[in-house]
């Protein structure tokens, strides 16, 4: 560790080590890291995503709509499945998206009893710059790790993961 930087999560691991020896703090440190990484990172990609209009949470529905192939339409409880929050906050996402003129709720054609939520013309238009922008902004966020990093911290992070999915 002689060449890698210490950071903010180092100094509290010292004090705890300091104050409390006889715990175990390996685990404070990376979930500490993974949070505080977390943080970091959510704000770089909602100013991204800020910059074509678009809230985290709006991004995730046009995305998943739009990655969801033609005609880029899902029923309310395929959109919950994909993006995973609640009922009320899924209508509440969809008619704030309705309102901006990104999707329109459209009879299901194989059952006029239930709506699709579809991508408009506008929608797909700002989630495809949008994505854009985004894909490269993860890319200058993971700038500094090399392909092997990408790869190894990739492959630890999904049998972490792996646990609580």
Do not use: C, Y
């Not at 739009?66 to 969809?94: A, K």
């Not at 709720?105 to 059952?111: C, G, S, T």
């Not at 579809?118 to 966020?141: I, S």
Request: glycine residues 6%; aromatic residues 4%; proline residues 3%.
């Amino acid at each position: 560790m002689a060449d890698e930087k210490h950071d903010h999560v180092d100094r509290i691991l010292a004090q705890w080590r300091r104050e409390r020896p006889d715990l175990d703090v390996e685990p404070m440190g990376i979930l500490g890291r993974l949070k505080r990484l977390g943080t970091h990172l959510g704000r770089e990609v909602e100013a991204v995503l800020l910059e074509h209009g678009l809230s985290t949470s709006a991004f995730d529905v046009l995305a998943t709509l739009r990655r969801s192939g033609t005609p880029h339409r899902l029923s309310p409880g395929e959109l919950l499945e994909m993006t995973m929050v609640s009922s009320g906050t899924m209508t509440n996402r969809i008619d704030q998206l309705e309102k901006a003129g990104f999707v329109q709720r459209i009879l299901n054609p194989e059952d006029r009893r239930s709506v699709l939520i579809a991508l408009t013309d506008k929608g797909f238009a700002t989630v495809e710059k949008a994505v854009d922008a985004h894909a490269a902004n993860q890319q200058r966020l993971m700038g500094n790790l090399n392909a092997a990093d990408k790869a190894e911290l990739d492959r630890l992070l999904r049998k972490f993961l792996s646990d609580f999915e």
